[in-house]
């Protein structure tokens, strides 16, 4: 069975410029979860996806933009790269929005 | 709203201490879940448990062991004879139905490092 994975690991944007992070969920697994971690933080969630649809929002601007495709895999969107953007991004994928989630590696983010 | 605090942000141990990591939280739902999550260097999140409100039995798990307490919103988490591979941050985390969706609010973490 494989797990969450992420790509890419580890990435270098300058500000201003747009990031596409990319997951591919645990098999079986239909919800997609996002999370952003800063440095030395806990995770704060930015959005989930079930079965192609947002499906809950955290507090992030709308320049943070998702899509889940038919097979489930996911894709964060970052417009218009700030410095506070810097930060691992998890996914996390589950069989269910009220299932417990299985994390990725997470995609490091630097924005210079 | 809700929230998880982790007091604790870093602690130190000897091989073979017993090491408790506490979390409190606090909701507004009757129903919601705990979680704790470990994090090692790599950054992926384990999965450690999950327990739901209307559970307040302890639980142990090899050398782990789980103390839900709703009277003290606090479900604290202690690992018995640490060893070195136990050395990483662990996440106490908070869902509720809100939305319907799964949205974990997570304490800042403790930092645990077991010395040999």
């Known amino acids: 069975e494989t797990g969450v994975t992420q790509s890419p690991t580890h990435l270098i944007k300058t500000r201003g410029q747009q990031v596409t992070l990319r997951c591919s969920s645990q098999?079986?697994?239909?919800?997609v979860s996002w999370y952003q971690q800063a440095l030395g933080q806990g995770p704060q969630f930015i959005f989930q996806?079930?079965?192609?649809?947002?499906?809950g929002r955290g507090n992030f601007p709308p320049r943070f933009s998702g899509l889940q495709f038919p097979n489930y895999s996911s894709e964060l969107n970052v417009n218009a790269l700030e410095l506070d953007d810097s930060a691992l991004y998890l996914c996390?994928?589950?069989?269910?929005?009220?299932?417990?989630?299985?994390f990725g590696e997470g995609s490091r983010l630097t924005v210079l | 709203a809700q929230k998880v605090t982790q007091a604790q942000t870093e602690i130190s141990v000897v091989e073979k201490e017993d090491v408790t990591l506490d979390c409190v939280y606090e909701?507004?739902?009757?129903?919601?879940?705990l979680f704790w999550y470990k994090q090692p260097p790599s950054g992926e999140l384990v999965f450690l448990i999950r327990?739901?409100?209307?559970?307040?039995q302890n639980e142990i798990s090899g050398r782990y062991s789980w103390n839900f307490q709703k009277s003290t919103s606090s479900f604290n988490f202690t690992i018995t004879a640490s060893q070195v591979v136990d050395s990483a941050v662990y996440f106490c985390?908070?869902?509720?139905?809100?939305?319907?969706?799964?949205?974990?609010?997570f304490g800042k973490g403790t930092k645990l490092t077991v010395n040999p």
């Open positions: 327990r739901n409100s209307f559970d307040e």
């Open positions: 985390a908070l869902s509720g139905r809100q939305g319907g969706s799964e949205k974990l609010v």
């Open positions: 996806y079930y079965r192609e649809e947002e499906n």
């Open positions: 098999s079986g697994h239909n919800t």
């Open positions: 909701t507004r739902d009757t129903t919601y879940y």
């Open positions: 996390a994928s589950s069989a269910g929005v009220e299932r417990e989630l299985f």
